[in-house]
C-alpha cells in the first residue's frame, strides 16, 4: 500500500447478525431520552472527555451515559469509564463487545508527473473492507437487570472520613518488636552473669 493514500473511512452498513439493531441504533436500544453518548476516538484527549462527562453526570436529569469507542480507541474508552466510575460512586455497567465494519477508500499515487494523463481522469481507487473491535460501556445511575450480559455492580468505596489505620498498624508492629528485644536481652543477661561466675571460679581454683 506504499502507492496508495488513504482518502475516506466510513462505516459500512451493518449485516445480518450484527448485535445493533441498525446504524445509529447502538447496542443499547432501550437507553433514556435524556443518555449522553460519548464518542472516544483514537485522537480524543482524556481530560476533554471527563470533563463534559462528569458535568452532564452531575446534572439531576442525566441518568446515564455510554462510552463508545472501535479499533484503537477503545483503551481510552475503558480508561474514561474507570475513571469517572471512580469520581462518582454508584454507578451501574454494562459493557457490550462487538465487531464493526469499515470500508477505506484508498487511492493511487502517481511516482512521478504524467504529462500524458488527462487533467479530468480519475486516479485509480481500492476499497478495502475491515472488521475492527468495537467497544461500548454503559454507566447508569439506576439500577440494571444483573442477569444481561456484561452486567458490573457497583463497585464499593471507602469512607473518606474514617481515619487511615496503616500508621497504627505500623506503631503496633513497632512496639512490638521493640519488646521481643527487651525480653532476648533480659534472657542473655543471667546466661552471661553465669559464664562470668564460672571464670572467677576457675581464677580462684
Known sequence: MENFRKVRSEEAPAGGGAEGD???SGPFADLAPGAVH???KEGSKIRNLLAFATASMAQPATRAIVFSGCGRATTKTVTCAEI???RLAGLHQVTRLR???VREVWQSLPP???PAQTPGEPAASLSVLK????LAILLSKDALDPRQPGYQPPSPHPDPSSPP???TSKRSLGESTAEEGTAKRSQLEPGAADQDG???EDRTA
Open 22 to 24: 441498525g446504524p445509529g
Open 38 to 40: 460519548m464518542r472516544v
Open 84 to 86: 469517572l466510575k471512580r
Open 99 to 101: 465487531y464493526r465494519s
Open 112 to 114: 512521478g508527473p504524467t
Open 131 to 134: 472488521n475492527v473491535p468495537s
Open 165 to 167: 489505620t496503616a500508621p
Open 198 to 200: 564460672a571464670a572467677d
